[in-house]
């Protein structure tokens, strides 16, 4: 069977997302088979179809023999049907074939190689890493789902693409003639442990007067004897991460998950917060981008050690003031509150880190995250409205970061990163110089110097900073901005436009000629490609 989306398969709710609890709509094709049987079908996962293709071989077949060639390969046609055995008409067909025309595994499956690519039910992730895993599920955040087996047809789908490691993406919403699935039976489905939780809320209340402020907290958990401990110690905290460093005056939201020894005392526990107002000496932000901790810093980073583009997130504090936007003819515009900006382009391994996933297309761990519609930042419903109130979908990347780290982590406004990219300059770059763009970043102009160990976009940070130490704001990836593409009346902290389709893009790319300070344009909130990505930023 084919022409069969992933959507179909298991729906676009409840089937799009991590599969962690095997909940599908009701109304799929994995919903209706549940519904007649009364079984957990569903697909397998990426791990579990290798496993049963493999059936014990450790050869790029799993008839125990390893390809003559990549491309044409006399061992595949004992196998499977693929590009350069599908004019023998074997099954009666010169495309895909009749099931089980050729040699099954030691298992007794059969084309587990080539006939058509079958869906799994993993989120894409492009670097599956080297470390022993148990009972995996792929990423926790990807536009694409994975597929396996490589199909009949396409001269892309040799094969060496029908081996028994070999895998592919694809957007769940994307039907062919090569796609389509095998179906698990899934004996002891993943039951969700009860969850345990404790909601708390509390104050932070600046002593000086600061639209951002930035402060030093604690959380203490009182037990039933009297005594005191803080919460980490006694199990996960959520939202605004474990005892550190907090951003932002006014209402938090604190969510602990106790440690079984201490279910008991749950309701028993009562929340003290110990904070310290520690503005002043907030120029650096730094988020631990695996544990969501926060941390102040006084200086910038060395940017020569790849922690900091990978392990952490360095947000750069920017002070309020009035400069002039756009090109020739620029508007005055002011912004009244300090915020916070990444002095990077989000990286590949941050975005791994804080959502468990990596869409781009253009692999390495340094480079910008591309392929990322806006949707996927901030999501299709709240995250789609105008931003005043900047509310975003949960399971956003937006939504985890802030699940994660705190409640006002965002993308910046089309006015405040033009603001930070221009940094006192009204050049047309951030050099000072009007026509010296090679020194800034990336562009069409230089994307063959092999800068950073690349042809396209390169690694965050091989170019000259800015006044403000920010990088790359010139060029390597266009950068979504949180309004909406279009003027806005407003000159004083402007959002954009409250109507009007698609998103404000900046910056210009890898693939651009012209990347100035003043470079924008539009995109529909769901189009995605290697030559967009995004900076997160620290909003008031």
Same mark, same amino acid.
């Given at each position: 069977?084919?022409?069969?989306?992933?959507?179909?398969?298991?729906?676009?709710?409840?089937?799009?997302?991590?599969?962690?609890?095997?909940?599908?709509?009701?109304?799929?094709?994995?919903?209706?088979?549940?519904?007649?049987?009364?079984?957990?079908?569903?697909?397998?996962?990426?791990?579990?179809?290798?496993?049963?293709?493999?059936?014990?071989?450790?050869?790029?077949?799993?008839?125990?023999?390893?390809?003559?060639?990549?491309?044409?390969?006399?061992?595949?046609?004992?196998?499977?049907?693929?590009?350069?055995?599908?004019?023998?008409?074997?099954?009666?067909?010169?495309?895909?074939?009749?099931?089980?025309?050729?040699?099954?595994?030691?298992?007794?499956?059969?084309?587990?190689?080539?006939?058509?690519?079958?869906?799994?039910?993993?989120?894409?992730?492009?670097?599956?890493?080297?470390?022993?895993?148990?009972?995996?599920?792929?990423?926790?955040?990807?536009?694409?789902?994975?597929?396996?087996?490589?199909?009949?047809?396409?001269?892309?789908?040799?094969?060496?693409?029908?081996?028994?490691?070999?895998?592919?993406?694809?957007?769940?919403?994307?039907?062919?003639?090569?796609?389509?699935?095998?179906?698990?039976?899934?004996?002891?489905?993943?039951?969700?442990?009860?969850?345990?939780?404790?909601?708390?809320?509390?104050?932070?209340?600046?002593?000086?007067?600061?639209?951002?402020?930035?402060?030093?907290?604690?959380?203490?958990?009182?037990?039933?004897?009297?005594?005191?401990?803080?919460?980490?110690?006694?199990?996960?905290?959520?939202?605004?991460?474990?005892?550190?460093?907090?951003?932002?005056? %006014? +209402?938090?939201?604190?969510?602990?998950? @106790?440690?079984?020894?201490? &279910? =008991?005392?749950?309701?028993? $526990?009562? /929340?003290?917060?110990?904070?310290?107002?520690?503005?002043?000496?907030?120029?650096?932000?730094?988020?631990?981008?695996?544990?969501?901790?926060?941390?102040?810093?006084?200086?910038?980073?060395?940017?020569?050690?790849?922690?900091?583009?990978?392990?952490?997130?360095?947000?750069?504090?920017?002070?309020?003031?009035?400069?002039?936007?756009?090109?020739?003819?620029?508007?005055?515009?002011?912004?009244?509150?300090?915020?916070?900006?990444?002095?990077?382009?989000?990286?590949?391994?941050?975005?791994?880190?804080?959502?468990?996933?990596?869409?781009?297309?253009?692999?390495?761990?340094?480079?910008?995250?591309?392929?990322?519609?806006?949707?996927?930042?901030? %999501? +299709?419903?709240?995250?789609?409205?105008? @931003?005043?109130?900047?509310? &975003? =979908?949960?399971?956003?990347? $937006?939504? /985890?970061?802030?699940?994660?780290?705190?409640?006002?982590?965002?993308?910046?406004?089309?006015?405040?990163?033009?603001?930070?990219?221009?940094?006192?300059?009204?050049?047309?770059?951030?050099?000072?110089?009007?026509?010296?763009?090679?020194?800034?970043?990336?562009?069409?102009?230089?994307?063959?110097?092999?800068?950073?160990?690349?042809?396209?976009?390169?690694?965050?940070?091989?170019?000259?900073?800015?006044?403000?130490?920010?990088?790359?704001?010139?060029?390597?990836?266009?950068?979504?901005?949180?309004?909406?593409?279009?003027?806005?009346?407003?000159?004083?902290?402007?959002?954009?436009?409250?109507?009007?389709?698609?998103?404000?893009?900046?910056? %210009?790319?890898?693939?651009?000629?012209?990347?100035?300070?003043?470079?924008?344009?539009?995109?529909?909130?769901?189009?995605?490609?290697?030559?967009?990505?995004?900076?997160?930023?620290?909003?008031?």
């Amino acid at each position: 069977m084919e022409y069969v989306t992933y959507n179909m398969l298991r729906g676009e709710n409840l089937g799009a997302s991590w599969p962690d609890s095997y909940e599908v709509d009701e109304d799929s094709f994995f919903g209706k088979l549940r519904a007649k049987t009364g079984l957990t079908f569903d697909l397998p996962t990426e791990a579990q179809w290798e496993f049963a293709c493999r059936a014990g071989t450790t050869t790029a077949l799993n008839s125990g023999k390893d390809l003559t060639h990549e491309d044409e390969s006399s061992v595949m046609d004992e196998v499977g049907r693929y590009h350069y055995d599908r004019e023998d008409g074997k099954g009666g067909f010169k495309d895909h074939t009749i099931v089980g025309c050729y040699m099954p595994n030691n298992w007794g499956l059969y084309d587990m190689h080539g006939n058509v690519n079958e869906w799994v039910l993993d989120l894409y992730q492009a670097d599956l890493g080297s470390e022993a895993t148990t009972e995996p599920l792929g990423a926790r955040w990807s536009m694409h789902r994975t597929i396996k087996s490589g199909p009949w047809a396409a001269a892309s789908r040799r094969a060496g693409r029908c081996r028994s490691a070999a895998r592919d993406f694809r957007k769940p919403d994307n039907a062919s003639f090569f796609e389509g699935f095998r179906i698990a039976l899934v004996l002891s489905p993943f039951t969700p442990k009860p969850s345990y939780k404790r909601v708390f809320e509390y104050e932070l209340t600046p002593s000086t007067e600061s639209t951002l402020p930035i402060f030093q907290a604690a959380f203490y958990g009182k037990l039933k004897d009297g005594s005191e401990k803080l919460l980490e110690e006694m199990g996960k905290l959520e939202y605004d991460g474990a005892s550190g460093i907090v951003a932002g005056n %006014g +209402t938090h939201k604190l969510t602990w998950i @106790p440690d079984p020894e201490y &279910v =008991d005392q749950m309701d028993d $526990v009562e /929340l003290r917060v110990e904070s310290d107002d520690v503005t002043s000496f907030a120029d650096y932000l730094v988020l631990d981008t695996a544990s969501g901790k926060m941390r102040i810093s006084a200086n910038a980073p060395d940017i020569s050690d790849e922690k900091c583009k990978t392990d952490e997130l360095w947000l750069r504090r920017i002070e309020p003031g009035t400069f002039g936007m756009g090109g020739e003819e620029k508007v005055q515009v002011t912004l009244t509150k300090a915020f916070y900006i990444g002095i990077f382009e989000m990286t590949q391994k941050q975005c791994q880190n804080i959502a468990g996933g990596n869409p781009s297309e253009l692999v390495g761990p340094t480079r910008p995250v591309e392929s990322v519609p806006y949707d996927m930042l901030r %999501g +299709t419903e709240n995250g789609a409205a105008f @931003p005043a109130n900047y509310d &975003v =979908d949960e399971n956003s990347f $937006v939504g /985890l970061l802030r699940k994660k780290a705190g409640n006002i982590f965002d993308l910046p406004t089309e006015a405040q990163w033009e603001y930070a990219c221009r940094a006192g300059t009204t050049t047309a770059y951030n050099n000072g110089t009007d026509d010296n763009l090679k020194e800034v970043g990336r562009y069409l102009g230089n994307r063959d110097d092999w800068k950073g160990g690349y042809f396209e976009h390169t690694v965050v940070g091989s170019y000259r900073g800015n006044n403000w130490g920010l990088y790359d704001m010139h060029g390597n990836v266009w950068e979504w901005c949180i309004n909406r593409n279009g003027s806005s009346e407003s000159t004083v902290d402007p959002v954009g436009p409250e109507t009007g389709s698609g998103r404000a893009i900046r910056g %210009g790319s890898w693939f651009d000629s012209s990347c100035c300070s003043y470079s924008r344009g539009g995109a529909s909130t769901y189009t995605y490609n290697n030559f967009r990505g995004f900076r997160i930023a620290l909003l008031p």
